[in-house]
């Protein structure tokens, strides 16, 4: 599976951005696709997971509210709609799936096996 994550870039406080996560090799109906992020000198950490059979989402504490994950069937891609953003949500936001993955480990990244490239997300104040 590749993924190619996109739609990241410069806004201000309070703005909104869509990114999305499209998959190629196969499809992800067997998966669970979540989205990560890395800010400058932090370690990269959970925001939002579905899991593409159910729809059921998973959201970091920190996101909830203000962000939402969704997947489109046809185009094989998963969407993290960013709302109201905060200068604290500046990081390179990465997508990754994970076939093997159960409620309980959904938030480790070692539980996922593919990785896109980040696509950066900048908030300025």
């Known amino acids: 599976v590749q993924l190619q994550a996109s739609g990241g870039g410069l806004v201000q406080a309070g703005g909104s951005l869509r990114l999305s996560c499209a998959a190629s090799g196969r499809t992800l109906s067997r998966d669970v696709v979540g989205w990560f992020r890395q800010g400058p000198g932090k370690e990269r950490e959970f925001v939002a997971a579905?899991?593409?059979?159910?729809?059921?989402?998973y959201y970091a504490d920190s996101v909830k509210g203000r962000f939402t994950i969704s997947r489109d069937n046809a185009k094989n891609t998963v969407y993290l709609q960013t709302n109201s953003l905060k200068p604290e949500d500046t990081a390179v936001y990465y997508c990754?799936?994970?076939?093997?993955?159960?409620?309980?480990?959904?938030?480790?990244?070692?539980?996922?096996?593919?990785w896109g490239q980040g696509t950066q997300v900048t908030v300025s104040s």
């Open positions: 990754a799936a994970g076939s093997r993955l159960i409620t309980s480990n959904i938030g480790q990244k070692a539980g996922y096996d593919y």
């Open positions: 579905i899991r593409w059979s159910s729809q059921i989402t």
